[in-house]
């Protein structure tokens, strides 16, 4: 059974950091796009940031282009999100997501959350 867990969501202030990190189970996720989502209130689900697990090729929605950094370490099947200069709209779910080619609202896995607030 395919689990991928988030984790590292808080509360912080503008302009602060966080690390969300997304431990993936289950099975080999070669060839697999990892990545990022975030949801919030009241809005659409969206991309944020993908990452290939083979290749480590990386890519961003140009609203987080400079502040946010998508990495993953293959030996401990865990995917990252470094958020700098964090911003209160940058408030949301964050969802960590797996998929067989590009990332999009209907890939095949995903995670249950970790809530992200910013204050301003």
């Known amino acids: 059974q395919v689990q991928l867990v988030e984790s590292g969501g808080g509360l912080v202030q503008a302009g602060g950091s966080l690390r969300l990190s997304c431990a993936a189970s289950g099975r080999t996720f070669t060839g697999y796009v990892m990545g990022w989502f975030r949801q919030a209130p009241g809005k659409e689900r969206e991309f944020v940031a993908g990452?290939?697990?083979?290749?480590?090729?990386?890519y961003y929605a140009d609203s987080v282009k400079g502040r946010f950094t998508i990495s993953r370490d293959n030996a401990k099947n865990t995917v990252y999100l470094q958020i700098n200069s964090l911003k209160p709209e940058d408030t949301g779910v964050y969802y960590c997501?797996?998929?067989?080619?590009?990332?999009?609202?209907?890939?095949?896995?995903w995670g249950q959350g970790t809530q992200v607030t910013v204050s301003s």
């Open positions: 990452i290939g697990w083979s290749n480590g090729f990386s």
């Open positions: 997501a797996a998929n067989r080619g590009r990332l999009t609202v209907t890939s095949d896995y």
